[in-house]
Nanobody
Framework: QVQLVESGGGLVQPGGSLRLSCAAS????????MGWYRQAPGKQRDLVAT???????NYAPSVKGRFTISRDNNKNTVALQMNSLKPEDTAVYYC??????????????????WGQGTQVTVSS
């Protein structure tokens, strides 16, 4: 199994910045894609940004130019630097690890995993 632990959420004023971090742990051999999704109250969970193991990034149009995703493959961590935050960025942010390959010394397994979520509130 894989555990994803997020940190860095909180309350920030419009125009401010926050940095989210996520660390994956377990018998991880590789992770193809790591990313961030968000879910506002009453809405579906939407993609914010993803990054592949070779650094190819993808951003939602609403965050492009304001948010930056980065990744450390050696530490199995992913971060999201969020600048120029707007009230509409308020949501629970979830870390994701997609197409994870696990090896415990005997067995190969894998799958997609989610973190527990961290609240980001942008308000004055």
């Amino acid at each position: 199994q894989v555990q994803l632990v997020e940190s860095g959420g909180g309350l920030v004023q419009p125009g401010g910045s926050l940095r989210l971090s996520c660390a994956a742990s377990g018998s991880i051999f590789s992770i193809f894609v790591m990313g961030w999704y968000r879910q506002a109250p009453g809405k579906q969970r939407d993609l914010v940004a993803t990054i592949t193991d070779i650094g190819i990034t993808n951003y939602a149009p609403s965050v492009k130019g304001r948010f930056t995703i980065s990744r450390d493959n050696n530490k199995n961590t992913v971060a999201l630097q969020m600048n120029s935050l707007k009230p509409e960025d308020t949501a629970v942010y979830y870390c994701s690890a997609e197409k994870v390959t696990l090896f415990d010394g005997d067995h190969w397994t894998g799958g997609d995993y989610w973190g527990q979520g961290t609240q980001v509130t942008v308000s004055s």
